[in-house]
C-alpha cells in the first residue's frame, strides 16, 4: 500500500508569507505526528493527533504554527508570517492504535523542504 | 531539550567492524524506538524495545535497554557500508501517549 505523502516536497517562500504543507498518512492509522528538522540536527517534536483525542501542541514553536487533521486522516500544518528561523524539513509521520508493539513503529514521510528568504 | 541523548555524535568505523551508539534518557518509559536516517530511504523504524525486555535483536542489530541507568544501546554487528546513516532513538513520556521524543542522533559512517 501507500505509504506517507507530503507535499510540496519543496516550498521557497518569502519572510512573512503564510504556508501550508499538507501530509497524507497511511490509510487506517490512527496517530499523526509532525516533527521539524534542522540541517544535521534531530528532530523536533510539533504537534500531535490521536484519533478524535485534542491533539498534543506542546512542541509547537510560536502561535504563528498550526495544524489540523481533517476527517482523521489528512492534516495540514500553517505557518503565518515564515521567519528565516522556520527553515527546515518538516516530517510528517503516522503510526497505528497501541496494544502491538508494531502498531507504536512511526511511519514517515519523505518530508517538505521549507526556506524562507 | 529533548528527552533522548545519543553519544557518540559521530562514529566512523571500517566495513566488518561492529558499531555501537548510545541513547540516555530522562523520564520513565514504556518504550524506546530506534530508527535510522539515510539520504535513500528517509526515516526508517529498526526495532523497538519495551520498558519489560532487557535485549533484543533483529537481524544484525541488537538492542539493549536499562531502565535503571535510562540507557540504551544499538549495536550493529559486521556492518556495511549500506549502514552509513543517521541513527536515533525515540522514547515516549511513560504515560501512555504515543507522543515520542527522538535524540539527536548519532551520525555513523562505514568505511568501504
Known amino acids: 500500500g501507500a505509504g506517507v505523502s507530503q507535499s510540496p516536497s519543496n516550498k521557497v517562500t518569502e519572510k512573512g508569507k503564510d504556508v501550508e504543507l499538507r501530509c497524507d498518512p497511511i490509510?487506517?492509522?490512527?496517530?499523526l505526528y509532525w516533527y521539524r528538522q534542522s540541517l544535521g540536527q534531530g528532530l523536533e517534536f510539533l504537534i500531535y493527533?490521536?484519533?478524535?483525542?485534542?491533539?498534543?501542541k506542546s512542541g509547537l514553536p510560536s502561535d504563528r504554527f498550526s495544524a489540523e487533521r481533517t476527517g482523521g486522516s489528512v492534516s495540514t500544518l500553517t505557518i503565518q508570517r515564515t521567519q528565516q528561523e522556520d527553515s527546515a524539513v518538516y516530517l510528517c509521520?503516522?503510526?497505528?492504535?497501541?496494544?502491538?508493539?508494531?502498531?507504536?513503529?512511526?511511519?514517515f514521510g519523505p518530508g517538505t523542504r521549507l526556506t524562507v528568504t | 531539550s529533548q528527552q533522548g541523548e545519543e553519544d557518540p555524535q559521530a562514529l566512523s568505523i571500517q566495513e566488518g567492524e561492529n558499531a555501537t551508539m548510545n541513547c540516555s534518557y530522562k523520564?520513565?518509559?514504556?518504550?524506546l524506538q530506534w530508527y535510522r536516517q539515510n539520504s535513500g530511504r528517509g526515516l526508517v523504524h529498526l526495532i523497538l524495545i519495551r520498558s519489560n525486555e532487557r535485549e533484543k535483536h533483529s537481524g544484525r542489530l541488537r538492542v539493549t535497554l536499562d531502565t535503571s541507568k535510562k540507557s540504551s544501546s544499538l549495536l550493529i554487528t559486521a556492518s556495511r557500508a549500506a549502514d552509513t546513516a543517521s541513527y536515533f532513538c525515540?522514547?515516549?513520556?511513560?504515560?501512555?501517549?504515543?507522543?515520542?521524543?527522538f535524540g539527536t542522533g548519532t551520525r555513523l559512517k562505514v568505511l568501504a
Open positions: 490509510s487506517g492509522h490512527t496517530a
Open positions: 493527533f490521536q484519533g478524535n483525542s485534542a491533539p498534543d
Open positions: 523520564t520513565s518509559i514504556n518504550n
Open positions: 509521520a503516522s503510526s497505528g492504535t497501541g496494544g502491538l508493539a508494531t502498531s507504536y513503529e512511526q511511519y
Open positions: 525515540a522514547t515516549d513520556g511513560g504515560s501512555g501517549t504515543y507522543k515520542y521524543i
